[in-house]
């Protein structure tokens, strides 16, 4: 059964629409890949999914419930956020960073307890930063702060994390290693996660990694395309979502794998 839903959405600032008539699914265990050009509404989508913006019609669901008329603290056990930058003016510890995750169970007056410094122990253990939890955030690199952000995510407990764009500005190791931790969480914890990114090669990684995986693709507010990685991620769509000439080429890998990859060849 379906744990995320969105039904015939659309949102709008004034007369004009942002997005309209989106529909989609995502089941535990999932990961959704939203593609689309700069500008075309991924990011104002995921901020409804989130609950940062209204939708001017349609629904958002989870697990059969309407998240419409659910409270921000609700929501926030619900939905985490791993955003594309997080800006770092304060140097709190990492561990603290991670802690923040806790809000949602800690009441207004309240103090993290010893089972949220628990919960933020294990999310950085499972990310593989446990080594950074006494540095001040400030004084780490863009890549071990995105890590940072997916352990904060992941001690929030929720059973769906959003990530917008979460390898933008990483270099090429930690975009992977990024990637390499989505993929995994996604396997062994069954977390649905949707993703917005303007790289069409992440959809086929976490599939080729045994990730199940579906993309869409939103074209001028709505979806031009969606369903799984190897029906869109045509030549002829890449080619119409962003003006882009491709070629796409299937290999061996390891075993019986079938790797798939996007080689860009220059614009139309």
Same mark, same amino acid.
């Given at each position: 059964?379906?744990?995320?839903?969105?039904?015939?959405? *659309?949102?709008?600032?004034?007369?004009?629409?942002?997005?309209?008539?989106?529909?989609?699914?995502?089941?535990?265990?999932?990961?959704?890949?939203?593609?689309?050009?700069?500008?075309?509404?991924?990011?104002?989508?995921?901020?409804?999914?989130?609950?940062?913006?209204?939708?001017?019609?349609?629904?958002?669901?989870?697990?059969?419930?309407?998240?419409?008329?659910?409270?921000?603290?609700?929501?926030?056990?619900?939905?985490?956020?791993?955003?594309?930058?997080?800006?770092?003016?304060?140097?709190?510890?990492?561990?603290?960073?991670?802690?923040?995750?806790?809000?949602?169970?800690?009441?207004?007056?309240?103090?993290? *307890?010893? *089972?949220?410094?628990?919960?933020?122990?294990?999310?950085?253990?499972?990310?593989?930063?446990?080594?950074?939890?006494?540095?001040?955030?400030?004084?780490? *690199?863009?890549?071990?702060?995105?890590?940072?952000?997916?352990?904060?995510?992941?001690?929030?407990?929720?059973?769906?994390?959003? /990530?917008?764009?979460?390898?933008?500005?990483?270099?090429?190791?930690?975009?992977?290693?990024?990637?390499?931790?989505?993929?995994?969480?996604?396997?062994?914890?069954?977390?649905?996660?949707? /993703?917005?990114?303007?790289?069409?090669?992440?959809?086929?990684?976490?599939?080729?990694?045994?990730?199940?995986?579906?993309?869409?693709?939103?074209?001028?507010?709505?979806?031009?395309?969606?369903?799984?990685?190897?029906?869109?991620?045509?030549?002829?769509?890449?080619?119409?979502?962003?003006?882009?000439?491709?070629?796409?080429?299937?290999?061996?890998?390891?075993?019986?794998?079938?790797?798939?990859?996007?080689?860009?060849?220059?614009?139309?």
């Amino acid at each position: 059964m379906a744990l995320l839903q969105v039904l015939d959405a *659309s949102f709008s600032y004034g007369s004009g629409d942002i997005f309209r008539g989106i529909s989609f699914s995502a089941s535990p265990g999932e990961l959704f890949c939203l593609l689309g050009p700069n500008g075309c509404g991924k990011t104002t989508l995921l901020d409804c999914i989130l609950g940062s913006l209204k939708l001017s019609a349609g629904d958002i669901r989870l697990d059969g419930t309407s998240t419409s008329g659910m409270r921000p603290g609700q929501l926030a056990r619900s939905v985490a956020y791993v955003p594309q930058k997080h800006d770092r003016t304060f140097p709190y510890t990492v561990h603290d960073i991670v802690k923040m995750g806790r809000a949602a169970y800690i009441g207004l007056f309240g103090a993290p *307890s010893r *089972s949220d410094k628990e919960a933020a122990d294990a999310a950085l253990e499972t990310v593989g930063i446990s080594h950074l939890r006494h540095r001040p955030y400030t004084q780490i *690199s863009g890549g071990e702060s995105q890590l940072v952000m997916i352990a904060r995510a992941l001690a929030q407990a929720t059973p769906v994390i959003i /990530m917008d764009e979460p390898t933008a500005h990483l270099d090429f190791r930690h975009e992977l290693i990024i990637m390499e931790t989505v993929a995994r969480l996604v396997r062994a914890k069954g977390i649905t996660v949707i /993703m917005a990114t303007h790289f069409p090669n992440h959809a086929f990684y976490f599939q080729n990694n045994g990730v199940a995986t579906a993309v869409a693709l939103l074209h001028e507010g709505s979806f031009m395309a969606a369903g799984a990685p190897e029906d869109i991620l045509s030549e002829q769509n890449i080619e119409r979502l962003y003006g882009v000439r491709t070629k796409l080429l299937t290999c061996e890998g390891s075993g019986a794998q079938t790797i798939k990859q996007i080689i860009p060849l220059g614009t139309v």
